[in-house]
């Protein structure tokens, strides 16, 4: 379980990193919150 908390928290932390870089002329900042909240349902 710790290692899939680790992972799931690395992950999030890539996809918003992702998302920062990418930069708000895509409007990634939404689909990210979605992504986020989908991986803690199914994960945490």
Do not use: H, W
Request: charged content about 30%; overall charge negative; proline content about 2%.
């Amino acid at each position: 379980m710790d290692i899939n908390k680790e992972l799931t928290e690395y992950m999030l932390n890539f996809i918003e990193e992702i998302c920062e870089r990418i930069g708000p002329q895509y409007s990634y900042s939404v689909q990210a919150r979605e992504a986020n909240e989908t991986i803690k349902k199914d994960f945490l």
